[in-house]
């Protein structure tokens, strides 16, 4: 399902529409189909305009058996269109699902747009000819499914056959069956007379320029290739496989001939450990991972901090505790990536708010580690990393230059001091080993300020506690203010980070849309925070923090700057919709 | 080389920072670190060519004393620091140092991972049987029975055998010497830094504090002739002040200990570090599960095998070869891009 789910954003994307998609499976393997916890579906939004979430009720759902019409119905309002495939709707298929009686046959689906398609039985007699196991025929039917929705929504068919011949290039009889199925389903469209009209999409109206479909994993690996280039160092990227990060590993393995190294670490803590010898090395040196990942790199992050050496660490973060839900999606990982580590060791923290903008968000992460020497965490989740949406391509000769010289010289009389600091940023000088003359030791105990030596003096680690603190601190001075969507006279301002954007976006167009006035900020920096945070908040009596945790950042935001924030929390492993995000400003603004 | 070609010779004195040495008097470390900055001179290797990578203990002091780039990190993750090192930078030399507890207990995965990969790291773990910067706990060397301050009945845990577990690894390089005799840690120290791959070396090395005396019975120096069997290369394997005992191996294939005069020299197993299969040096390191009875010392293993940050540079080159170096305009549009107007 996620793969032919995939064609047809990609169908979508090419044809120029905007989009959003959700993809949704088990985290098991081959989770038993047929079985409601086997069901893997995917959601893709298509408009003529501008839109920023998945949408929350499709108007068209395909279910393939049973269980996937009993997981999904509830989201179909009545009257929208349900296509079914009637072949797997024997008794042994409706058991499974857990339904005693036939939901065709009970009327409990009379509110609906109902089309009965038997796509197993078309597929396996469009392949005949083809001389093909029947199971192989049967498996092709997805391909069916899509050929259907592809003729319902005008869409060519063209670049899946060319999709299908590359991809099945070593197995024709696959590549047949499953052109075989695709045509059949768009044929069955044209002259079954099931559907009166097909619905016609036309391409959004996109500021101009040239645009590619990306998720946010792959947006996060040219992010960081983009980066290491700007920033003039080799990468490596050091990671142990975990859902769901591992797409930025394979995708940046692919990449070598950038300069770029992979390492599939034998751990979470190996993986950030080499990364802490690449970065004292002199590489642009990363690490991906998801939240329980995150808890075993801890150490190595807070020896980073007190190292001062420039590192990117990615969280792609996943519901939980524990191994929770992996291939949900969750923000509970922000108040781990603030503060889990021991002693006073703060990092900056930067997070992304959509699947392209991972690009974006991962440049910046880069620029802030390499200047200031820093470990610096970046956040996206399981929504941005699978999700994907156009992506208006930058021009990439715009980029900045964010390199940073390596020591070369003595520093000081003494000959080189490591921590002797940068007076404006107060990064320290970065010596790479291999360069004649500046010899020298750092470690995990407390340093001497300057010499860099080991030092137990108490009133040294107070001042060294302070010149960390200092550091970090002193980023909100270079970077953007808060993302501001203002609305005059508004009293109510919307706070949210990370990868609700899209959602919060889409509800306060619809509080606008009717006759509300409410604001939208939207934080990247979620350490420090821009410096004019303070005045945005205090300029609305009523603020508004929606997060898919129990509210972390309202938390934060809270003891920083003594503001009533409220919450609105939903933790299922979903992201929010539109429509709830609708009341939920609706009901802010009315109390 | 000095920059415009000319050899520049190093002493002694280059290789050491100016930072006090606070091990506790009379620690076995001392004779180690004499060790390396004896033998550092005589390679052709500058100060600023070296990396010391450390992790936590007291052998994990080692860099601070060194005047090259080192870093002190945490514990039980040297390895793969190092690791990260070596990948950004296959030209340099690094050290790896580290003891007992440090690299068998909390970092054994990265140590077994580091050799099985065979980074080009030349491990030295200072092997005392005993946890010494907190003050005295079992190690995972520790011997059955270890009566300490966490083990006050006694250890119950069998020991590791390092140089089982280097071998078991298929580590490339594997040597065993100790802190008594600073001419055969040069000699080995040597070797390692020759090799290339990881080299695993173990040294016997004393902790005068919290366990003193743990290698007397084959360290003291009218016990040695009988209780160390040194390993040469091409050699049969014989020890003894007149060289009366030897290795032999049995009907299954086992090393054991013998009289020459009972089984004949020519029954004498001789050492081969270069056989590519472990086995037999794996059997060797079996000769002895502790250093209460004659044990072998010297190099068990010594074997080429493809180096892992060379192997992975390799695979950069090749692929800047064969596509040219990366154009980031048609990395991002490498996808189904369409153009809106």
């Known amino acids: 399902m996620q793969l032919v789910g995939d064609r047809f954003t990609e169908l979508s994307a090419v044809f120029g529409n905007d989009l959003a998609t959700l993809p949704n499976y088990p985290a098991e393997i081959r989770a038993p189909a047929g079985t409601i916890a086997g069901v893997s579906s995917f959601q893709v939004h298509i408009s003529d305009h501008d839109i920023v979430t998945p949408g929350?009720?499709?108007?068209?759902?395909?279910?393939?058996?049973?269980?996937?019409?009993?997981?999904?119905?509830?989201?179909?309002?009545?009257?929208?269109?349900?296509?079914?495939?009637?072949?797997?709707?024997?008794?042994?298929?409706?058991?499974?699902?857990?339904?005693?009686?036939?939901?065709?046959?009970?009327?409990?689906?009379?509110?609906?747009?109902?089309?009965?398609?038997?796509?197993?039985?078309?597929?396996?007699?469009?392949?005949?000819?083809?001389?093909?196991?029947?199971?192989?025929?049967?498996?092709?039917?997805?391909?069916?499914?899509?050929?259907?929705?592809?003729?319902?929504?005008?869409?060519?068919?063209?670049?899946?056959?060319?999709?299908?011949?590359?991809?099945?290039?070593?197995?024709?009889?696959?590549?047949?069956?499953?052109?075989?199925?695709?045509?059949?389903?768009?044929?069955?469209?044209?002259?079954?007379?099931?559907?009166?009209?097909?619905?016609?999409?036309?391409?959004?109206?996109?500021?101009?320029?040239?645009?590619?479909?990306?998720?946010?994993?792959?947006?996060?690996?040219?992010?960081?290739?983009?980066?290491?280039?700007?920033?003039?160092?080799?990468?490596?990227?050091?990671?142990?496989?975990?859902?769901?990060?591992?797409?930025?590993?394979?995708?940046?393995?692919?990449?070598k001939n950038f300069g770029v190294k992979t390492m599939q670490a034998e751990d979470e803590i190996a993986a950030a450990s080499i990364a802490v010898g690449a970065a004292f090395s002199g590489a642009l040196a990363v690490t991906g991972t998801s939240g329980p990942g995150l808890d075993l790199k801890s150490e190595a992050i807070g020896l980073a901090v007190s190292l001062e050496l420039p590192m990117v660490i990615v969280d792609v973060q996943r519901a939980g505790p524990s191994t929770g839900l992996p291939t949900k999606t969750e923000q509970t990982d922000l108040l781990l990536a603030l503060y889990g580590r021991h002693g006073e060791s703060p990092l900056p923290v930067v997070a992304a708010k959509s699947a392209s903008h991972c690009f974006d968000a991962t440049f910046e992460a880069v620029r802030i580690a390499v200047k200031y020497r820093t470990p610096v965490i970046l956040l996206t989740d399981g929504y941005l990393a699978n999700g994907s949406e156009p992506w208006l391509l930058p021009d990439v000769s715009e980029l900045p230059d964010i390199s940073v010289p390596f020591a070369t010289e003595m520093n000081h009389d003494d000959g080189f001091w490591p921590y002797l600091r940068d007076p404006e940023t107060l990064a320290r000088p970065w010596a790479i080993p291999g360069t004649p003359g500046l010899q020298h030791r750092i470690g995990g105990i407390e340093k001497e300020d300057g010499t860099g030596n080991i030092s137990y003096q108490p009133e040294n680690h107070e001042r060294m506690v302070h010149l960390r603190q200092a550091k970090i601190d002193g980023i909100a001075n270079d970077i953007a203010g808060v993302e501001l969507d203002l609305d005059e006279g508004a009293e109510l301002l919307v706070l949210g980070?990370?990868?609700?954007?899209?959602?919060?976006?889409?509800?306060?167009?619809?509080?606008?849309?009717?006759?509300?006035?409410?604001?939208?900020?939207?934080?990247?920096?979620?350490?420090?925070?821009?410096?004019?945070?303070?005045?945005?908040?205090?300029?609305?009596?009523?603020?508004?923090?929606?997060?898919?945790?129990?509210?972390?950042?309202?938390?934060?935001?809270r003891g920083r700057y003594l503001v009533d924030v409220r919450s609105f929390n939903r933790v299922a492993g979903l992201p929010f919709r539109a429509g709830e995000m609708e009341a939920a400003l609706w009901e802010e603004i009315n109390r | 080389m000095s920059e415009n070609g000319t050899a520049v010779t190093f002493g002694r004195k280059d290789f050491e920072s100016d930072q006090e040495v606070r091990w506790c008097p009379g620690c076995g470390d001392y004779g180690i670190l004499a060790a390396m900055q004896f033998l550092l001179p005589e390679l052709d290797v500058a100060p600023h060519e070296l990396v010391f990578v450390s992790g936590i203990g007291c052998a994990a002091r080692l860099p601070y004393y060194m005047n090259t780039y080192g870093v002190h990190s945490i514990h039980g993750r040297a390895p793969a620091i190092a690791t990260g090192v070596t990948m950004t930078r296959p030209d340099l030399h690094v050290w790896v140092i580290g003891g007992d507890g440090d690299m068998l207990s909390i970092g054994g995965n990265h140590l077994i991972h580091a050799l099985r990969r065979n980074v080009n790291l030349k491990i030295l773990m200072f092997n005392n049987q005993i946890y010494g910067l907190t003050k005295g706990q079992y190690s995972p060397t520790s011997e059955v029975g270890k009566i300490t301050k966490s083990t006050p009945f006694g250890s119950i845990d069998h020991?590791?055998?390092?140089?089982?577990?280097?071998?078991?690894?298929?580590?490339?390089?594997?040597?065993?010497?100790?802190?008594?005799?600073?001419?055969?840690?040069?000699?080995?120290?040597?070797?390692?830094?020759?090799?290339?791959?990881?080299?695993?070396?173990?040294?016997?090395?004393n902790c005068n504090v919290f366990n003193d005396g743990a290698f007397d019975q084959i360290l003291k120096r009218d016990?040695?002739?009988?209780?160390?069997?040194?390993?040469?290369?091409?050699?049969?394997?014989?020890?003894?002040?007149?060289?009366?005992?030897?290795?032999?191996?049995?009907?299954?294939?086992?090393?054991?200990?013998?009289?020459?005069?009972?089984?004949?020299?020519?029954?004498?197993?001789?050492?081969?570090?270069?056989?590519?299969?472990?086995?037999?040096?794996?059997?060797?390191?079996?000769?002895?599960?502790?250093?209460?009875?004659?044990?072998?010392?010297?190099?068990?293993?010594?074997?080429?095998?493809?180096?892992?940050?060379?192997?992975?540079?390799?695979?950069?080159?090749?692929?800047?070869?064969?596509?040219?170096?990366?154009?980031?305009?048609?990395?991002?549009?490498?996808?189904?891009?369409?153009?809106?107007?």
């Not at chain 1, 007379?193 to 040239?210: M, T, V």
């Not at chain 1, 849309?513 to 979620?526: I, R, S």
């Open chain 1, 56 to 255: 929350d009720s499709p108007n068209v759902l395909v279910v393939m058996n049973p269980a996937a019409l009993k997981a999904n119905i509830a989201d179909l309002p009545a009257g929208s269109t349900l296509i079914v495939n009637s072949d797997s709707f024997e008794e042994r298929d409706l058991t499974k699902a857990g339904y005693t009686v036939n939901p065709l046959e009970d009327g409990s689906l009379a509110g609906y747009n109902m089309f009965q398609v038997p796509m197993t039985s078309i597929s396996i007699e469009a392949s005949k000819e083809l001389g093909v196991k029947r199971r192989d025929a049967e498996r092709s039917k997805n391909f069916f499914a899509l050929g259907l929705i592809c003729w319902m929504y005008t869409r060519p068919a063209k670049p899946i056959v060319e999709w299908i011949e590359k991809k099945y290039d070593k197995r024709p009889e696959v590549r047949d069956t499953n052109l075989a199925a695709l045509k059949a389903g768009r044929n069955f469209g044209e002259t079954a007379e099931l559907f009166d009209h097909p619905f016609e999409i036309k391409p959004a109206s996109l500021p101009p320029g040239q645009y590619t479909n990306i998720t946010g994993n792959i947006a996060v690996a040219f992010g960081l290739v983009a980066g290491a280039h700007q920033a003039k160092l080799p990468l490596i990227y050091a990671s142990y496989p975990i859902t769901p990060a591992s797409d930025i590993l394979h995708e940046l393995s692919k990449h």
């Open chain 1, 497 to 557: 980070w990370g990868s609700t954007w899209g959602a919060i976006k889409a509800g306060v167009r619809r509080v606008r849309a009717g006759g509300g006035k409410v604001a939208h900020a939207h934080l990247m920096h979620l350490n420090p925070f821009p410096a004019d945070l303070g005045d945005v908040l205090a300029a609305h009596p009523k603020v508004l923090c929606p997060e898919i945790n129990l509210g972390q950042l309202a938390q934060v935001v």
């Open chain 2, 223 to 341: 016990s040695r002739p009988d209780m160390l069997i040194p390993l040469e290369h091409g050699q049969p394997i014989r020890f003894g002040t007149d060289l009366e005992h030897g290795v032999a191996v049995n009907e299954f294939g086992e090393p054991y200990v013998c009289e020459v005069a009972d089984v004949g020299v020519d029954r004498l197993l001789v050492h081969d570090e270069t056989r590519p299969d472990p086995t037999l040096a794996f059997s060797l390191s079996r000769l002895a599960n502790g250093p209460h009875v004659p044990t072998p010392v010297g190099v068990f293993r010594d074997v080429e095998r493809p180096v892992y940050e060379a192997e992975v540079q390799a695979q950069v080159d090749d692929a800047i070869e064969r596509q040219g170096p990366g154009d980031l305009r048609s990395l991002i549009s490498s996808g189904a891009t369409w153009t809106v107007d």
């Open chain 2, 159 to 205: 020991p590791f055998n390092p140089v089982s577990v280097a071998i078991g690894a298929e580590a490339s390089f594997v040597a065993r010497t100790h802190d008594t005799d600073r001419k055969h840690m040069q000699e080995i120290f040597r070797r390692a830094h020759e090799h290339r791959g990881a080299a695993f070396v173990e040294v016997y090395q």
